[in-house]
Structure formats: C-alpha cells, structure tokens
C-alpha cells in the first residue's frame, strides 16, 4: 500500500517538477549568454526529477509496483509456471518448443554415432580381423532395432490404447480447466490443511524477520486461479510421468535386444586381457543399444493427436490467464516468475534487483542492534572507558622512558606499585576515569579506516607534493619514487600489505594511505607548481620572508588542487576499502558484501552500495563546503 502511495506521489513530483521546469525556461532572457554560470544556479525542480526517474526505474524494474498493486500476482504466476513446467517436459518432444519431432532428432544421433563407431572399429589397427567382423555384426544389429520401433505394423495395441488413453487425459483436462467449476471442492479436512498452510507461508517479498532468508514466492495457491491452475499442474505432471514410463518395444524389438545383450555379453567375456580394445568397443556398442532402448521412438504420426491435445491446452490456459498475462508483460519487466519442482523462483531483474520495500525492511532489521549483521551492528555505540582510549594513545615506551625500574614484588606475595608502574598503567590504559559513548559495528569501521587513511595521505602527501613542485632535486629525487607505486593497481598492494601489517585495521588503513598518499602529492605538486611567478616575485619585492610566501601565496594558490585531490581520494579510498575487506576482514561495509554476495542476499548487497554511496556523498558534500569557505575566491577570476 505504502510502494503504490509512494509511486503515484512521484509520479506527480516528475510531471510537476518538468511542468515548473517549463514555466522557468519561458521566464529566462532570450539574450542571456550561454556560458553565463548563473544558469547553473538552483535546479532543485530537475533534482527531483532526476531523482525520482531514478526511483521510479528502480520500483518498476524490481517489481515493487506489482507487488504494490497486484500483491498476489507473484502467487498465480507462480502457479502458471508449475503448468508451463509440467507442460515443458511434453512440448518437448513435439515440434512445438523444439524444430522437429524427439523421436526423429533421436534417431538421427544414434545413426551418426552408429556411423562413426562403425568406421573406428574399421580403421583401428588394435584389433584382428576376426574381431572387427563380429563387432561390425552387433553394429548391424543395433542399426536394424530402429525400424522395428518406427514401423507403424508393429506397434502394438496396448501401446496404442495407453498414448489414447493419455491423449484423453489431456483433452478432458482442457475441457474441465475452463470450468468455473474446477477443480472440484476438496474435503474439509483437505482444506482446512490448506488454509493453515497458507497461514503459515509468507508474503511475496524477503523476510522481515531474518537476514538469511531470501525466500521471496509463496507457492501454495492463495486465489481460485492459482487453484485451478496447481491442480492443472499436478494432472499435467501425472500425465507426463506416465507417458515417459511408456515405451515402445513390441515382441520383435524385444528378441533382436535380447540377442544383441546376450551375443555381445558371451563375446566380451570370452576376450582375454590382450583384447582391451576391442572389449570397449563391444561396450560402445552396447551402450548405444540401451540408448535406444530407453529412449521415447514411436512411428511417424503416432502422437499427432497429443501433440493436437497439447497445443489445443496450451492456447486454453494462456486464455484463462486473462488480465495476470498483462501483469506478466507490463509489469514484470525483463523476466517473470519461473518454477522448478514444486518451488517457484524470480528470473530476471527482480532477481538481482530487490525491491525497495523489501530492502528498506532489510536495512531496518540489520540497523537493530541486536541482529546486525554476523553479531556485529550496522551503526550503534558502546560505553568504553577513557582510560582505554588514553592507553590507545599514548605509546609505551614513555613509561620506558621514565627513571628507575619498574617494582619487583615482596616476600609476602604483593606487588608496591612505584611511579615507573603508575606511568605504565597510564600509557596502558590500564585504570579507570570515567566511560563515554564510542561509535562502533561495520559503517563506522569502514569510515573510520577510509577517514584514517585519508587524513595520513594528506598531512604526508602535501607538504611533500608542495616541497617537489617547489624544489627541483625534490622533484628530480622523490618523482621516479612516486610513480613507480602510483600506477600499481591497489588491489596488487593488498595481498602484500594485509600479510605483513596483518587483517587488522592496521593493515587497511596502511594500504589506504598508500592510495591517498600519491593522489595528494600529485594534487599539491600541481597546485605549487601552477602558482604564477608574477605573484611570487610581487610578494618578494614587497619584503615577504620564502614561508610568508609559501603560506601567503603559494598555498592558498595550491588549494584548489589539493581540495580536487582529496575529493578523489576519497572515491579512490571507499573503493580500495571495499576491495581490501573483501580480501581480509570480519567487520566494515565489504565484509558485509561479500558475504552477502556468497549466499545471494540481494537485499544486503544493495544496502551496502547505497551506505557507501551516501557515505562517499557526506565526504563530498563536506568537502564542497570546505572549498567554499577555505578558498571563496576559486572559479571567480
């Protein structure tokens, strides 16, 4: 109900927001220029058209309008595809599905094979002569079964009756199905079984209970169609069991098998070991007269009347589908509902591509703290002692640094604590202060790592990338360095980095250094050396000290660069994170996907893009606002 409020209301915001957009262009001066920035300005109305072209996609394509306005469409579709299934496996030895009879198509391999095994056994040099005149005689033999199986004076009455039989079965079931009638009332115990089997399946869409489940097509019939349709999917289903029971072999196919089993067993056995060959030829043999013998060959025409039966269904069901064969079209874009066995699946985009409704109930449950994802939150806080994050701080070695040696414990057992040990419990963390909130679970791990590595790229990649656009032997010394590693993809880095730093957030935040490390350089040695000369030399001759300069000229000039150079960095630095949590991690945002990935959970997959994609615009928009304030004076001339 929600999905379909939500779609109509969109669908207003787009017509409204072009209608505005329409209105505003009218108003505009025929004169203006056309690079005039000030065109650029605003746009909040196509914003939203844009945005909601974007969402209207995504509910058509993920069938969350079906969902919405046709909620049981999924159930009756269902249903359909157990018919189409039942009725796939009987299509498929007519010309129907397929471009000729299976009985023909059958035939035709067993003679190319008979073909070719004959010419083997003709050119090979392993075997005697003898050997060859007998094998080439059961080849015969198995070539002459055949026509015994599509001669039509052979085929016996009781085979007759059965596919008559079977022909009826069909016709009749065409006639009932378009019955309002039908299928007949169950027994009122079978139906209330039903209806407590239907209290206990679940709606169309994932589960809202459990991040696993991802079973999404209730398949028990919930409407009168979806009724008349599984009955006719479970008579089709009969009907194709028995007619692959069938077979035709009538009394003189049945002795020449006999013979060709019985001549070709007595020969193999009286091979000794020195005749390999021409025992697996014997065996090829024989395996191609079981092939037949297994097979569905009946005589030309002999199934036109159930191939007439099976057209004449399949013209009455796709009738009876009615307006739900216009909801599979119009609304089931780019694939439908498809069964195997008695279960039913989605083939197609609304396979890989969840529907909002059911991925934003997914994003709600994986938010609770208390589910998550493997035991650990999507975003929630925990009370962590100060001292903890003093001891994180602070190195080790300052308590090493102190006087003296750290206490020896008494006679008695105790332990006199000095000030050498007091430091150390400092630097350790190891007292107690007072606790605070501390952000934790996978969203803040991976910003953390992306944020740490981000800022330790800049404050290392500026100052040098500044001191190489400044400095020619800077330059000349650290550039070879730089562009070495720099086209490395970082995902070649990784396996090396999380080895030796471990896969710990140490290793992680490490290899995104490196990524943002040569991105800032390159920034800052633009940006430095870019700086036009004519300022430098006008701040010299105005009496500036080289750091007046540097700070007052140079640097702001460099801005710009920089800013550009962390706004890529930071794009560079999710997509690297991702990369290495998928390598090595048990927390953070690729973790998350990967695992997800393994096991399908489409719906988890997609929240993990859309987090980092929303995390990754918050570092832009913050960046923007930087640039605004730190350099207001860029693109103004």
Partial sequence: MLTGIITFVVIFAVIGSILYGRKLAKTEKLDAVFGNPERAKGGVHWVIVGSSFLLLTWLYYSWDM???????????????????????????????????????????GENKNIQKLANEIKNSPNIREQDKTTLLKFIAKTQQSIPLLTNIDLLEEETKSQIRDLTNRITWLTEDFQKISYPPIKSIEEENARIEALKKQGKWGASATAVENTVEIPTIPETKMGLKFDAAAKELTLISNDFFKLRNHNYKYKQLMKEIKDEIKAYRSSLD????????????????????????????????????????????????????????????????????????????????????????????????????????????????????????????????????????????????????????????????????????????????????????????????????????????????????????????WAPLVITVFGIDNVGKVFLLFMVSFSIMIISARAGAAGTQLSKIHASHSLGASKWQILRHVIFPNSLPEILTGVRVAVGMCWGTLVAAEFLAGTTGIGFVENVAKKYFQYEVIWITIFVMGMLGLLFDVALRKIIDKTIPWHGKG
Avoid at 90 to 103: D, V
């Fill in 66 to 108: 079906a969902k919405s306005f046709y909620p049981q469409s999924a159930n009756e579709l269902c249903q359909v595809a157990k018919v189409n299934d039942s009725l796939l496996s009987l299509k498929y030895l007519f010309p129907i599905e397929e471009r000729e009879f299976k009985s023909t198509s059958i035939i035709k």
């Fill in 273 to 492: 070991n020195t005749q390999e060959v021409a025992s697996a030829l014997a065996k090829d043999v024989l395996k191609i007269a079981r092939r037949i013998e297994y097979a569905s060959i009946f005589p030309p025409n002999t199934l036109d009347d159930m191939q007439k039966s099976i057209i004449e269904f399949d013209e009455v069901q796709k009738k009876e589908q009615g307006v739900l064969r216009l909801v599979d079209i119009f609304l089931f874009p780019a694939g439908t509902i498809v069964s195997s066995g008695p279960n039913c699946s989605e083939q197609g985009s609304g396979r890989w591509l969840p529907k909002p409704s059911d991925t934003f109930n997914k994003f709600v449950l994986l938010l609770k703290p208390s589910i998550g994802f493997k035991n650990v939150p999507l975003i929630w806080y925990e009370m962590m002692d100060v001292s903890k994050i003093v001891g994180f701080i602070l190195p080790d070695w300052i308590a090493d640094a102190m006087p003296g040696a750290y206490p020896i414990h008494n006679a008695d057992g105790t332990v006199t604590p000095n000030f050498k040990s007091k430091v150390l419990s400092v630097v350790t963390g190891e007292f107690k202060l007072f606790k605070i909130p501390v952000p934790m679970g996978h969203i803040w791990d991976s910003f953390l790592r992306v944020l740490l590595g981000l800022v330790l790229g800049i404050i290392f990649g500026v100052p040098l990338g500044l001191f190489m656009g400044l400095n020619r032997f800077a330059k000349g010394f650290f550039d070879p360095l730089i562009e070495l590693y720099r086209p490395v993809p970082p995902l070649a």
